[in-house]
Every structure is written in C-alpha cells, then in structure tokens.
C-alpha cells in the first residue's frame, strides 16, 4: 500500500472509531548513496523506507501509535493502539488544529535533476573528491571518509478537522573528511554541502575545503588558560545557537526548564542580537506552510535587538498558556509533538569577520567538540574547542586541546558583534559569526 | 520470509556476480509510557518492519531495504543493487571465504512478556518513582519517568545456507530529576536497562534508582566550578567506562581500520595502555542491554578480550572487517535496523576489574578530581581526540574528596590515556547507554571499576 493510500484508510478507520478526533503524520523517504575508499566504492546503498503515526483523542485523552506496516491490518492494529493509549494518559486542554488559511507559497525543495544522475554520476565525484583530497598536500596521509549521494522525502499531515499538508523535498549531497600529520600529531578535517543541483556541487571545492580544514589545524597546541574574548565563526555558531534552542520553547517554560519563564519583554541579549524562526523564506530549509500539528506557520522575531519577545508555541503549551500557536510544532510519526524553530536564523551585522577580529587579540573557534557538558535548562556551557589565536588580525598559531566554559545566558548578553557573513549551507541554520566577550579558556 | 523466495533471490544475485548475499528480515514491537508534571503525558507504541539485503562483491558492500517480503519486491531489490553495483564497480576484490559456525546459546528468558503485562501495567511504577522523587527534597522542581519494552524478531539467511532467527527483548527504565534552588538550575538522571521481559521492571527498585538522580540533582545545584588544567583524576566505576568505550572501543573497531583511521592499527600483540589495564569486549552476558545471542550476521557472540595486561590482543570485527583486516571475526557485527548494513560495533565493554580501592587511589594526591559520574562524550577515531562532560564531581585536595563541582569537561587522547591509568580498581560496574555510530544506534552496556588516571586536562572555568 502506499503512503497516501495508507493515510486515507487509516483516516477512514479512524473516522468510523470511537475517538473524538485524530492527526495524521507520515512520511515516504528515499535515497542512494556511495562511499569510497582508496580508488574504490566500500559501501554502495539504496534506502527506501515509509511510516504512518497518529494520535487520537478520546475524552481529551490523546494516544499515540504508529506503524511501518502499510497493510490494512497493520492499520487497524496501530489505530487500535492508539486508542488504547487514551486510556492511560491525563486528559490535555488541547485537540487537533483547526482548518486555517495558510501561506500559499509552495516551500517544495524540488531538484529538476534529481532522475537524471544516478550512481556513476556520484560514484565519479566522489572518486574526484578523494584524488583531489589526496594529491593537495603531501602532509594529507588518509582520506577515510568520501561520499556522495541524493535524496528525497515527502511528509504528509492529515488530521479530522480538515487540516491536509504535504511537503517535498530532494537534495544531493557530497563530504570528505582528511586526516593530516606534523610530527605526531595527527588531524582531521571534514566538509559537507548539499545543493538542490547536482551539478552544482563541484563548485563547491569540498576536497579542497576539508584539506584546507586539515592542514590549517596542525600544529595546533592550547592557549594559556583565562578569559578570552571568542569570535565563533560561522562554522561554530550555528551549533551553539542550536544546542541552546530549547529555552525558547514554551512547553520548557512551562515545565519550568527555561530560565526566560516569566522574562518576556526583557533585555535578555546584546542589543547586536536578533534571533527569528523564519518559516517563510523560500530558500532556507527548513520553511514550511503549516508545522507538525497543522498549525499556519509565520516568521517570528524571538529576540529583537536583544530584547526577549515571543516563546514558541505547540497547540499543548499555547492551550496551556491560553494564546495561540505560533506554529512551531515538530513531530515525528512515533512521538509526540514537541517544538522547534522553523528556520533558526540570526540577523546579521554589518562588518565581516575578518574586521570583527582585526583588532586585539580574539581566539577564533571554527569547531565544537561534543555537547554533553552543554544544558540548556541551566545554560552550562563546557565543550571543547578547536580555532586560531587571532591579534590585530593577524593569525599567530592554531589552537586544540583547548575547553570553553560559560553560560549561554552570559554570552547572549557578552555578544559584542555579529558578522555580515553566513556560511554557505544548505541549512535550516543561519547564524553569522559571534564575536562574544568574557569566556573562559582551559588549555 | 519464505527460504525459496530467499533462496531465488541467492542465486541471482551470485549469478550476477556477487560472492555473498545475507538477507535480514526484521520486526520490532516498541512500546513506551512516560510521565511528567504529576500526569501521564505521553503513551505510545509502534511496529517497524523490513527486509535489509546486501551483497558482498569481496568486501564492497551493497545495501538496500524493503518493507515487503514477497518475491517480486525482493527480486525488484536485487535488481537495483546489482545495477547501482554495475554504475558504481571501480577497483579490486577480495575472496570472501568465511563459513557459518556454531549453535548459539540464549542470552535470555523472559517470565513476563511485555505485551501479556500490557502499557498500563507501567502506570502504578511510573507513580511510584515520581512520589520517590519529590519526596527526596523541597528542592526538586520536576520528575520525569517512562518505561519502555522492545521485542525485536529477527531472521538471518545467507547465501552460505545460514538460517538461524532469535528474538530480543529489552526493557529500560528512565527517570530525570530537575533541582532548582535561587534561580540555578540542575537535571540528573538514571536508566537503568536489561535484556528482559517485565519482570526487569517487576524487580527494578525504582526508588533506588529516582532517590539517586534526585540527591545528585540536589547535590550539584551547590557546586561551584574548578579551574581548568592537567591534573590526575578518579573516574568512578560504572558509566565512567564511556571513556574507554568511545575514546578506545571505537578505535578498536574494525570499521575504523579498514579505514586506518585509527591509532591503533597494526598494534596487535604490542603494549598499549598500562599493565594494570585489561579490557573486555562481551556480547555473552546473560541478560545484559548490551548482549545478543548471535550478531546481525547470525554468528554466535562471543566474549573478546580486547586489552590484556596492556596488551592489544584483539580488534572487534564483522564479517567484511575480518576479511580485510586480516582479523579473526569476533561476532560483532550489529545494527539498529534493517534500514543499516551491519558494521563492527560494541556489546558490552569494560575494563576488567583490578586490586585497588578508592582510599588506595586518593592517597598521595593533593590537588586533582573525583569523577563519580560521567555524562556523554565524543570521540574522533581518525586522530583518538575525545570529549566528555563530568555530570557529578568533586576536587581532590589532599588525599580526600572535597566540595562538588559541575561543568568540567574531560578532553585528551584515547591512546595517550590507556597508558596513564595507573590504578584499577576492585568494584567493577557496568551501566546501560546507547551507542551512535555508522549502523545506527545499538544498546551496549559500559563499565569499569573505579580507575586513576595519572593525568587529563579539565575544562572549567
């Protein structure tokens, strides 16, 4: 049966149960890939893969179930499930969404030559991108990790009030990783891209960009331990701006595990930051008319010159609150729903990098070791750390073995400036680089 | 899955060329409730379904899945494999000679199967670690508790003859405590979990286990900070052995030398980590979350010694590793799903235990850190640099153990460790996790005795 057969009849059972109301989400995914190894393919593979959840509602009890068996039976037995469920859980102040215009923009991510490349066409690039790794730097001793692939996805929502959504989505994608030495010391350098085109990836020098990563670190050694004033550059930001999302989340709040609960209004950040969940810019990944409930979604200023002014909302935390949506629920076929930023972007400034760290000394960090020492309900922040020690602008030596330690609620007010520049992934990410003051260094 | 449609689909593909065909087919049945907040707030359930089929043209791999198990889907797969293997043949082969070997003995029994005690079964345990949990102090904000039972049925047949199938179930309980006191904040937790039915939740003492998280929590909302630098460090025993599982485990495996991306190639037979140190890789465990009767290649496990007295004796090896590295196979061959090529991977890992105590270990150090609990970490295996977060610690200072401290961070080199570990200690733990690697996500268990570290250097402030 196929997926948007499957969620028809599952709808049509579940229409004729005895729950109250229901959603629907489902997803029809597909890729190929190779990986290569010293001149030849190691791993070739072809992935297809397809699931249905749904969450039912019985006495404002929801229940959840899904099922990646696409027969009739399976159906039944996963909706049975579900509506078993509703008896276990408490009763929520919230049902399904309503039926409410949403954007018309189509925010399908649709590649015109997704049919015609297949699998000599990456296995050349790749086998191009491990020569190329291989033959630029005598110092480059392995290439362990080269591949290409393309993939394509469709998500489906589908729920008893109406509500119906389906989103689109193809991408080819490329990486390497090379590892360098000097002496003993041995380092690795990875890069990554995905672009709509295939034909575009080339461009994108990939082999050159993880050499370059490579050679640039070795030699590396700490800094004196101490209070550094960080540029983390578009390479590092994005991750940081990331693993710290959850505070904006009013389902956390509300749990009280953000420390914004009851800080709304407040100037929480350097006047410098601006902070969005963009659901409507067309380029960006992650855009999307309706979210993971059904819910119109709409670009959204969460931080605004520094001041605190919108949590994100699901249907549960906005019932709770007694407020709307914002639109900003992500879910997946076995889960509840959570919340997420559509699009995480930071606004930019208005002078490059390099001018940011052009005068004094900044330690300028383009890699992020690890994230379990990072927690977003206290704002500890402990992780490892690789860049260059920058004065006047000039780079003086590379930099490993080094930590960072702060809170991220402290950094966000030691924001000093933010670049004019974004990197250049294909990415729901979009955070220029940060020039943050007062962070400490062990080394 | 039908043995002639298996067996069809074997002689095409060795008739297109390939020299071995395994077919995986697979159907897991999870099923989990949590609480949260004083409610129920989340029950669900699901079934995953499909057929994985690869083939080895010497140790080029070639993978693919179907959610159908009928002839025409599965020839339908073969036929695009072995086409995407045509565009994409560049290079050598190598013979691929290994045979099927012995009967595999259980890993478990089950006297209560998940779905004859049913989801609401879990709703009296649920309640039972939230009242343990706030009853701990008025500091604590939150509980959050679930349980959850998977039952994973597998069938392996290969192009060998092979045809063995086994079922796994496990059971793992989680519970997350937030402390808050004047605005700081603080969340610990405990997950306990086996390769068993109900009866592991039956027998559990969930109250243990939430008063641990809930007094750590409590404990760590008064800890300040540590200055970072190099300084010795105690690692206590049970979850402390994720060092050796990410920063030595993962360089051992053979997936990580086949592409000499490990520091440890071509060491076999050599002095690698401290006479003190010996090191166990073990899928034989009897009910242990990191067991498995046979691997996902349908060889039997085994326990692998991995380090002895300091020396490396073994890598961890699947069928294509074992053929390339020229190693012995270990019957380590995993994967999350069918959706995944089974790789070499971890069961359940740990240093042996040793001779010494935790008085033994702090003596003769005057300023350094006591690590009784870890968080997660990273590792690189290219080049051994690792990471890892201290949930729970304390300064050293003078022989004793002094006040807590959070937010340290443990950095340094896995080969550069194992030869500074100067002590092992006699209380051996293993610990369940989750381990994420190129074959997805497998249960293993970690674990270690309480071991001295000479010296690694501690982020902090």
Redesign the interface.
């Known amino acids: 049966m196929k997926i948007s057969e499957a969620i028809a009849t599952m709808a049509d059972l579940a229409k004729a149960s005895a729950c109250d109301e229901f959603d629907i989400v489902g997803y029809d995914s597909f890729s190929?890939s190779?990986e290569?190894?010293?001149?030849?393919?190691?791993?070739?593979?072809?992935?297809?893969?397809?699931a249905i959840?749904i969450r039912t509602f019985k006495n404002s009890r929801?229940?959840?179930?899904?099922?990646?068996?696409?027969s009739p039976d399976?159906l039944k037995?996963?909706l049975s499930?579900a509506l078993?469920?509703t008896?276990?859980?408490?009763p929520v102040l919230f049902t399904v969404a309503d039926l409410q215009p949403a954007s018309g923009i189509n925010f399908d991510h649709l590649s015109p030559e997704f049919d015609a490349v297949?699998?000599?066409d990456?296995?050349k690039l790749a086998?191009d991108l491990e020569n190329t790794a291989r033959s630029l730097d005598k110092r480059i001793e392995?290439v362990?990790?080269t591949g290409a692939g393309r993939s394509s996805g469709t998500s489906f929502f589908l729920n008893s009030r109406g509500v119906a959504y389906e989103h689109a989505a193809q991408e080819f994608s490329a990486y390497s990783?090379a590892?360098g030495m000097l002496g003993e010391q041995?380092?690795?350098g990875f890069y990554s891209n995905s672009r709509l085109k295939f034909s575009d990836l080339p461009g994108l020098r990939i082999a050159e960009r993880a050499v370059e990563r490579t050679i640039e670190q070795l030699g590396a050694a700490?800094v004196p331990?101490g209070k550094y004033t960080v540029l983390f550059t578009n390479r590092a930001s994005g991750q940081i701006m990331s693993l710290y999302q959850s505070p904006y989340f009013a389902e956390l709040a509300i749990?009280?595990?953000s420390?914004l609960k009851g800080r709304l209004g407040e100037m929480i950040a350097s006047p410098q930051l601006t902070l969005l969940s963009q659901a409507h810019a067309p380029l960006l990944k992650g855009s999307r008319a309706r979210d993971g409930e059904g819910v119109p979604t709409r670009d959204l200023d969460v931080i605004r010159d520094g001041k605190f002014v919108n949590f994100l909302y699901n249907l549960e935390a906005a019932a709770i609150d007694k407020v709307a949506p914002t639109g900003n629920a992500v879910r997946s076929?076995?889960?509840?729903a959570g919340t997420g930023f559509k699009n995480l972007v930071v606004a930019p400034g208005n002078k490059t990098a390099a001018e940011l760290a052009a005068a004094g000394t900044v330690l300028v960090i383009d890699k992020l070791?690890?994230s379990?020492?990072?927690?977003p309900?206290?704002g500890?922040?402990?992780?490892?750390a690789q860049g260059y020690l920058s004065v006047d602008g000039k780079r003086m030596q590379p930099v490993?073995?080094?930590?960072?330690?702060?809170n991220y609620f402290e950094m966000l007010k030691n924001i000093e400036a933010v670049s004019s520049e974004y990197n250049d992934q294909y990415s729901s990410v979009r955070v220029p680089d940060l020039l943050i003051g007062g962070i400490?260094?062990?080394? | 899955m039908d043995q002639k449609v298996a067996d069809d689909v074997f002689e095409a593909g060795l008739a297109a060329g390939a020299d071995f065909i395994d077919l995986y087919e697979e159907e897991t049945r999870n099923a989990a409730?949590s609480l949260?907040?004083h409610?129920?707030?989340?029950?669900?359930?699901?079934?995953?379904?499909?057929i994985g089929l690869r083939l080895l043209y010497g140790?080029?791999?070639?993978?693919?899945?179907?959610?159908s198990d009928s002839r025409d889907a599965l020839m339908k797969?073969l036929t695009?494999?072995v086409?995407?293997?045509g565009?994409?043949?560049?290079?050598?082969r190598y013979a691929s000679s290994l045979r099927q070997q012995s009967i595999a003995a259980p890993m478990q029994t089950i006297r209560r199967r998940p779905e004859d005690a049913g989801?609401?079964a879990k709703?009296p345990l649920l309640l039972r670690a939230e009242k343990a949990g706030y009853a701990v102090s008025p500091a604590v904000?939150?509980v959050s508790a679930s349980l959850y039972d998977s039952t994973k049925r597998i069938s392996i047949l290969n192009s060998e003859g092979l045809s063995v199938s086994d079922a796994r179930t496990r059971t793992r309980f989680s519970v997350s405590v937030?402390a808050?006191k004047d605005?700081?904040?603080?969340?610990a937790g405990e997950s306990p979990g086996t390769l068993a039915g109900f009866e592991f939740f039956d027998e559990l003492n969930i109250e243990d286990y939430t008063r641990t998280a809930a007094e750590r929590a409590v404990r760590m909302l008064s800890a300040g900070?540590i200055?970072?630098?190099k300084m010795p460090i105690i690692l206590g025993n049970g979850f402390g052995g994720v060092i050796f599982h990410e920063a030595c485990g993962h360089p051992l495996e053979t997936e990580a030398l086949?592409?000499?991306?490990t520091?440890f190639a071509g060491k076999q037979g050599q002095l690698i980590a401290h006479p003190s140190v010996t090191a166990i890789d073990d899928g034989t465990i009897f009910g242990s979350w990191g067991s498995i009767a046979i691997d996902d290649e349908g060889m039997p496990t085994e326990k692998t010694i991995l380090i002895e007295n300091g020396i490396l004796k073994n890598y961890i090896s699947d069928r294509v590793g074992a053929i390339e590295c020229n190693v012995r196979r270990t019957g380590s061959a995993r994967r999350e799903s069918y959706?995944y090529?089974p790789v070499s991977r971890m069961r359940n890992t740990y240093i042996a235990a040793g001779k010494h105590t935790l008085a033994d270990m702090l003596e003769g150090v005057s300023e350094g850190l006591y690590a009784p609990k870890l968080?997660?970490?990273?590792v690189?295996p290219?080049?051994?640099?690792?990471?890892?977060?201290?949930e729970e610690g304390y300064r050293i200072k003078n022989g004793k153990i002094a006040e807590p401290v959070?937010?340290?961070?443990l950095?340094?080199k896995g080969h550069e460790i194992l030869p500074h570990i100067s002590m092992v200690g006699n209380d051996l733990e293993i610990t369940a996790g989750m381990c994420g690697a190129s074959s997805g996500s497998v249960p293993v268990t970690v674990g270690q005795p309480t071991l001295k570290v000479d010296e690694m250097?501690?982020?902090?402030?």
């Open positions: 190929e190779v290569v190894f010293e001149g030849k393919v190691s791993n070739t593979e072809i992935q297809s893969a397809s959840g929801p229940g959840i179930a899904f099922t990646e068996k696409l399976a037995i996963c499930d078993s469920h008896e276990l859980t408490d297949g699998f000599s990456l296995t086998i392995n362990p990790y990783a590892v041995k380092k690795m700490p331990h749990r009280g595990q420390r076929v076995s889960s509840k070791e690890g379990a020492g990072c927690s309900v206290s500890e922040l402990s992780i490892g490993d073995r080094i930590t960072l330690s702060s400490s260094v062990a080394g | 409730v949260r907040d409610k129920i707030e989340n029950a669900t359930a699901g079934i995953e379904y499909g140790t080029d791999v070639v993978y693919g899945y179907t959610s797969l695009a494999l086409a995407a293997r565009e994409s043949a560049v290079g050598t989801q609401a709703l904000a939150q937030t808050e605005g700081e904040r603080f969340v900070y200055e970072g630098k086949r592409k000499k991306a520091p959706k090529a968080g997660g970490g990273s690189n290219a080049t051994g640099e690792f990471n890892f977060a201290v959070r937010g340290a961070t950095i340094g250097l501690v982020g902090g402030r």
